[in-house]
């Protein structure tokens, strides 16, 4: 009987490495994924996978188990894992269909809002920032007395920054809900609610790392680089365009204090993880966590630093072999990538690595630029994921050496450049 891993969704970033581990560890790699978007992303690269299993809805489990069957796959898939954000939730409800009412109830990613609920719950003091809920922007626009300015609008199953705008103040507020009244989730589904938060300001991080048997072990921590992008509107957005990482064999004990609490308080047993807050006043404050691989080439990014292969790792927890022993670099390095959308970053860029000698510009995955209606099935994925010109990476001693150079770069554009320009996350 042919052992069979199930991957529900591509990665947006081509990657795909549990692919690379399964195929190595002599599985039968599956995909199954909308078929317009297999459609799309294979105008750029081959998905690497043995069978594609084309579908309208992801996002459903029973619809991958009925695709799947459809396709002639009769035997069970014995690894299933998200490739994506947005699929995440269908490929813990398939591994629960799989297991049968005798395994007792799998886990099952909670949103954006039921994270937020649970920690407040179970632990009040631990920081982060205040949010209220809402089933619709309409409903956010009714409630604009009573928002406190500067605040943060956010899907609650969202992923890669799709949705997300900053509301400085109550007249921005309009201009930010007719932006939300004309977003699509990915395949072109409804958000099923929205968080308001308050705005908080400091530098943002995640670690990345596996859970085996409740015990979470992170394998890098990365400082983000943050843009703010302003539309046509005067709405403004945030774009994640870059990752500075450092091994995290030696993690401050705030930080290891935060990524236990998270995994004893959503009850998150195995798997991969990525957990993201915010420093402010020297505490770390919670946003969320993704019970995943991170995408935008983050995968790379830890074994570039570590030399630890992140999805392998992921990939023998999951398939009940445990964790591996890890081992860290003796002299670790900060390595960092910062995509750059703009002209004016990427000559910038090719000034520093010229004037400097050091650093390379890595080539984009060519996604197409394609019109289509913000009905679209593919509207979320043209605006989040294409248009990266180049990605740059680059090493240094110390975090604050490779930020540095990094805000350099990007310190050559003006703001109106970012006007009318599509983010990716």
Known sequence: MRKIFLQIGATRDG??????????????????????????????????????????????????????????????????????????????????????????????????????????????????????????????????????????????????????????????????????????????????????????????????????????????????????????????????????????????????????ICCETFGYQRGAFHLDFIMVNGEPHFLEMGFRLSGMGVVNLVEEVTGINWADVAFQVEAGRGMPVLHFPEQPQAIGRLRLRQRLQYDAAERWIMQHQHGQLLPPLNLPALNVSPRSSLYADLTRHAGILATLRLSGASRDDVLDAFHHILDVTDVAAWRDLLCAE
Request: proline letters at 7%.
């Open 15 to 260: 990657q795909n490495p549990y692919c690379a581990v399964a195929k190595r560890e002599g599985y039968f790699t599956v995909l199954a994924e909308m078929g317009d978007f297999v459609d799309y992303q294979s105008l750029s690269l081959a998905l690497p996978f043995d069978q594609i299993v084309r579908l309208d809805r992801p996002e459903n489990p029973w619809d991958v188990l009925q695709a799947c069957l459809h396709a002639g796959l009769l035997e069970h898939p014995q690894v299933v894992l998200a490739g994506f954000e947005a699929y995440n939730a269908s490929a813990g409800r398939v591994r629960e269909l799989l297991a049968g009412p005798d395994a007792g109830p799998c886990f099952i990613p909670p949103d954006k809002y039921a994270q937020r609920m649970a920690l407040r719950k179970a632990c009040p003091r631990l920081p982060q920032p205040e949010f209220r809920f809402f089933a619709s922007p309409l409903s956010i626009r009714d409630a604009r007395e009573a928002l406190l300015y500067p605040c943060v609008i956010k899907p609650v199953d969202g992923g890669g920054g799709l949705g997300i705008w900053l509301v400085e103040e109550a007249s921005q507020l309009d201009a930010a809900i007719a932006k939300l009244l004309n977003t699509v989730n990915y395949g072109g589904r409804g958000f099923s609610g929205f968080i308001v938060e308050s705005c908080l300001i400091g530098d943002e991080y995640s670690l990345q790392g596996v859970v085996n048997k409740g015990q979470a072990v992170a394998l890098t921590c990365c400082q983000k680089v943050i843009e703010h992008a302003i539309d046509a509107a005067g709405c403004i957005s945030f774009y994640e365009s870059g990752h500075v990482a450092m091994a995290a064999q030696q993690l401050p004990a705030a930080f290891v204090r935060l990524m236990d």
